[in-house]
């Protein structure tokens, strides 16, 4: 037997072998993909979003809703303290929940919770923080002590109420050309169906016939 023939044969089992040690093998290799993982990892910041208009009025609220109620913080006595506590009531409250949609539209969770309506809760706590602000505001300016920190917080309140009262202004606006929108998309599709189911009618004359 020549070396060639030797070497043939050697290069056969060879080959045989790792076929059949790949075939036994437990690491094969697969072809399911692969999914990616989600969880923490995948929470990114959307800067867009805080350049936006929306985005640029919630960090002005978070940051004078939080102002005012460090100033009414700062107060040491109160008689009555009634106009005191509820504006700090209004102020943590509004610096709390609007921080709180400010992060949630930041890391685009609303995107992954679609069941909730984020718009309509935004609006919600826009106007309403309008409104709280506003009166806790002139409660303060009637009940205070013309001390410095009182006069400070109530300024901020009229403030913040402004910034929250223009904000609930163009989110109704917005609001009010998405619901036109979608009207308008509607009756789009139904006049399009309706075509469509005329057009058949009318390539069938039987069923022309059935209803004449």
């Known amino acids: 037997m020549s070396r060639n023939e030797e070497m043939d044969g050697f290069d056969g089992e060879a080959s045989s072998t790792s076929m059949i040690s ?14 990616p993982r989600r969880g923490l990892a995948g929470i990114r910041c959307d800067t867009d979003y805080l350049r936006s208009t929306f985005g640029v009025f919630k960090i002005i609220e978070v940051s004078l809703a939080l102002i005012a109620f460090i100033c009414i913080e ?3 006595e109160c008689s009555p303290c009634g ?3 509820f504006f700090e009531f209004v102020s ?5 929940i609007t921080g709180v949609l400010l992060v949630i539209f930041c890391v685009n969770f609303h995107m992954r919770v679609p069941q909730i309506n984020w718009n309509l809760t935004d609006l919600v706590n826009t106007g309403l923080s309008a409104i709280f602000f506003f009166i806790s505001s002139i409660v303060l300016a009637v009940l ?4 410095g920190a009182e006069i400070a917080a109530a300024v901020f309140g009229f403030m913040v ?12 606006k917005k609001w009010r050309e998405g619901s036109r929108q979608q009207n ?8 399009r169906a309706r075509t ?15 209803e004449a």
């Open 74 to 76: 700062t107060v040491k």
């Open 83 to 85: 106009g005191l506590y």
């Open 161 to 172: 109420t402004a910034v929250y009262s223009f904000n609930m202004y163009l989110a109704v």
């Open 144 to 147: 205070n002590h013309r001390t």
């Open 92 to 96: 943590c409250s509004a610096f709390a």
């Open 184 to 191: 308008a998309r509607q009756n789009s599709e139904y006049t």
């Open 22 to 35: 790949g075939a036994s093998s437990p690491y094969q290799p697969t072809t399911e993909p692969v999914v």
């Open 196 to 210: 469509a189911s005329r057009g058949e009618a009318e390539t069938r004359p039987e069923i022309v016939r059935l």
